[in-house]
């Protein structure tokens, strides 16, 4: 896969889809090379690689970089969580797995109100849907999860007066994975598992046809 010619719009698409709850990558691996792009192009083919590839050992540095600035504010700490499943709220694997996850939990208690929790069905016209299943996160829509949970983070922000301490440690965040993803080397690995993506849509819209 040719990483240049991939857009920005292209890589939020992607990440949006794809299933995150693969483990991150080892620290050996995530640590392991080094090296210095020889030209833009090659930097920013990097760049959208590494951020695709070890996605989720960014995500978990950007939230721990994050607890690091509010080890003495516990309301901060509450907002950061609920910032992080807000955001996790959007790419469509974890919107669905964190449904089933609660309905199957909620099921063990009271069968009647998980009943509820069950998403729409999608009409089927020839064997096809009649439009783009929309994402739903316990019976409802996943915009109100994310209105939600926004808005009380950011309450949370507010009440904990740690606005200007999140900036900073969100700054701090995204430069070191900027950096990483700029200078890290993408190995075989990260070429073997973009292919084997690719192969899953390709076959997951053969399918559905």
């Known amino acids: ?6 857009t920005a719009e292209d890589l939020i698409d992607a990440l949006r889809e ?20 020889r030209s833009y192009a090659k930097w920013n083919s990097r760049l959208k690689c590494n951020l695709y590839y070890y996605r989720t050992n960014y995500f978990m540095m950007i ?24 955001i996790s709220f959007l790419n469509d694997s974890f919107a669905g797995t964190f449904s089933e996850k ?15 929790m069950r998403p ?10 009649s439009a783009k299943r929309a994402i739903h996160i316990c019976g409802r829509p996943r915009w109100v999860f994310v209105f939600v949970f926004s808005s009380v983070s950011f309450i949370l922000w ?32 990260a070429r073997l598992n973009t292919f084997r993506e690719e192969f899953r849509a390709v076959w997951r819209n053969y399918s559905e046809l």
């Open 1 to 6: 896969m040719d990483w240049g010619n991939v």
């Open 18 to 37: 794809v299933d995150w709850s693969s483990p991150p990558r080892p620290l050996s691996e995530f640590f392991s090379r080094f090296t210095v792009p």
């Open 158 to 189: 507010y009440v904990s007066c740690g606005l200007l301490t999140v900036l900073w440690a969100l700054t701090i965040a995204l430069l070191a994975t900027v950096l990483h993803a700029s200078f890290r080397t993408p190995n075989l690995k």
């Open 63 to 86: 939230v721990l970089i994050l607890g690091l600035g509010f080890l003495r504010r516990p309301a901060a700490i509450l907002a950061a969580i609920l910032t992080a499943l807000s």
């Open 120 to 129: 729409p069905l999608t009409p089927v016209i020839r064997g096809r849907p």
């Open 102 to 116: 609660v309905t199957r939990t909620v099921r063990q208690f009271s069968p009647h109100l998980a009943a509820k």
